[in-house]
């Protein structure tokens, strides 16, 4: 009991230290781990498959090629691009009909952009196997498969994790790209203003960005060490996320599950295993952050070890402790307001904006997709006043939409096409009556009330009968027929710029 005790209030003290010190240490550049060194890397690729192990390159590059050709069905190896010193950049997609862009959520996962940070780099290709492995026998894993498009980036910054150009150890991982670049505060920054630009910006970022924009992802994470905590927007500023309450809720749940399996773990927050990211400290240029803003994305950061070059003993640990986690996480994704808008004329799909009422900032409206007209508003359980509006169409308010936690309300939004403004032919500026005329006619100006009016008659063979010059104001100008003969007669009528041709028939008897 007292050395309980006594390891608690320890503990406290030591993340308070850590907490300190917490912001200088994260930009501290890591040159070598106490204890990790070559025997934490994999001999083969039978032991990097075991995930007890830290896999080099080489062996990272064969299981994901592997994972994609033992299951085809569900899963593709897609690469975002390369790095610096040419490694690879990689993404496994698993999903049903995973060569096809469904009408399905997409979720992604992302570790190690700060490059000696490691844990998840072996947690998501575990993660990876466990999904693959454990479809059509496990059900939950089924459902996340077949209504889900999971990506999965178990490496962002491979030239920092694999430096000094060793793509066998992990032992000399830094935080930054091989330039220097810390990719985690190297995207746009919103509290700044700045555009959404890959213009000068590290070049595993400018891939990563055009990724994230092509995919769209629903909800995603980003995985680190340093630390032990769920880490929400924003990071630049104090000010709350449109959906902080869900936040909370989502980030508590991943805590919660897995300080349940080690009370030990994400310990010494305030908030229990959650934190505030600007709360904690600011940070400017992170991608929660880009995502978040830009993006109109939910993303948060995971940090999953306070040691950054976790010893691969370790790794079981931290796998046994955050699985449950991991996938709760993913889960949140099948949950929300979600549904599909179209045309409802037409039935096709619609690329529309939808707007929670006195709760949406302009950073978090989401959109439905072009392609599939498909939505997914991840909300905290509530009701809620939609407006769903696409240029071309009158809005739709849709009033009193609840929704429950962990479940899912779905809606079929149907738009009607605004009505096109007819074009009409212009009213003529002048009137001409009576037609047919005997003895004379009358020019009435009908909308230009006043100025010159410039008469000139012609028969239909084209000569000039005659011409005259009046001035008016308001009231009808007569014409006598004196010089006319029965037939028809062209009045050419200009005022200003104006002219306007009216056909007259005289009759003379
Ligand atoms: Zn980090």
């Known amino acids: 009991m007292m050395q309980g005790q006594t390891t608690c209030a320890l503990r406290l003290l030591l993340v308070a230290l850590f907490c300190y010190l917490a912001a200088p240490s994260l930009e501290a550049q890591w040159t070598k781990a106490v204890g990790f060194d070559d025997s934490d890397m994999a001999l083969d690729l039978a032991e990097a498959l075991s995930f007890q192990k830290y896999p080099t390159y080489d062996q990272y590059l064969e299981m994901m090629q592997g994972f994609a050709m033992d299951h085809p069905e569900i899963c593709r190896l897609d690469t975002i691009g390369s790095t610096v010193q040419g490694r690879q950049l990689l993404a496994l997609k698993i999903s049903d009909h995973v060569e096809d862009e469904e009408d399905e959520a997409a979720f992604l996962y992302t ?41 999965i980036n178990p490496l962002a910054n491979p030239d920092g994790s694999f430096s000094n150009d060793n793509d066998l150890s992990l032992e000399h991982a830094r935080r930054t790209n091989t330039e220097g670049t810390d990719l985690n505060r190297d995207f746009p920054n919103p509290g700044a203003g700045e555009a959404d630009d890959t213009t000068g910006r590290a070049l595993e970022n400018r891939y990563m960005m055009e990724f994230l924009k092509e995919q769209r992802f629903t909800l995603s994470a980003n995985i680190h060490s340093g630390t032990e ?45 959650i934190t505030n990211g600007a709360e904690w400290y600011i940070a400017l240029g992170t991608r929660q952050d880009y995502v978040n803003y830009y993006l109109g994305g939910r993303e948060v950061t995971l940090e999953l070890s306070n040691e950054y070059l976790l010893p691969a003993m370790d790794l079981e640990h931290y796998w046994n402790v955050n699985q449950r986690s991991l996938i709760n996480y993913m889960s949140q994704c099948l949950y929300g307001i979600r549904g599909k808008v179209s045309d409802l004329d037409t039935g096709d799909p619609l690329r529309a904006g939808i707007f929670v009422e006195m709760h949406d900032s302009a950073y978090s409206v989401i959109h439905s997709s072009e392609t599939h007209g498909a939505f997914y508003r ?13 240029p071309g169409y009158l809005n739709d308010t849709i009033p009193d939409v609840a929704i429950i936690d962990y479940q899912a309300t779905t809606l079929d939004i149907k738009l009607e096409r605004k009505p096109v403004a007819v074009e009409l032919p212009e009213a ?9 005329a005997v003895n004379s006619f009358v020019v009435e ?13 012609h028969s239909l063979d084209g000569r000039m009968i005659f011409q005259n010059t009046v001035s008016y104001r308001g009231s009808g100008m007569e014409f006598s027929t004196q010089q006319m003969e029965s037939g028809i007669y062209l009045l050419r009528c200009s005022c200003g710029k104006h002219t306007e041709v009216h056909r007259l028939m005289v009759i003379k008897h």
């Open 111 to 151: 570790s190690s952009m700060h490059g000696n940070e490691i844990v998840g780099y072996v947690l998501l290709l575990r993660l990876a196997d466990t999904l693959l492995n454990g479809y059509g026998s496990d059900s939950e894993l089924t459902t996340l498969v077949d209504n889900l498009q999971i990506w």
């Open 229 to 273: 905590v769920v880490n929400y927007p924003w990071d630049h500023t104090f000010d709350l996320h449109a959906d902080d309450d869900w936040y909370r809720f989502i980030s508590h749940e991943y805590a919660d599950e897995a300080m349940a399996v080690d009370p030990d773990y994400m310990f010494g927050w305030p908030d229990g295993g």
């Open 378 to 390: 991840l909300i905290k359980e509530g009701v809620y006043k939609l407006v769903v509006s696409a």
């Open 428 to 436: 003529p500026a002048f009137r001409i009556y009576p037609n047919p």
């Open 445 to 457: 100006p009908a909308r230009l009330p006043y100025g010159q009016l410039e008469l000139s008659v």
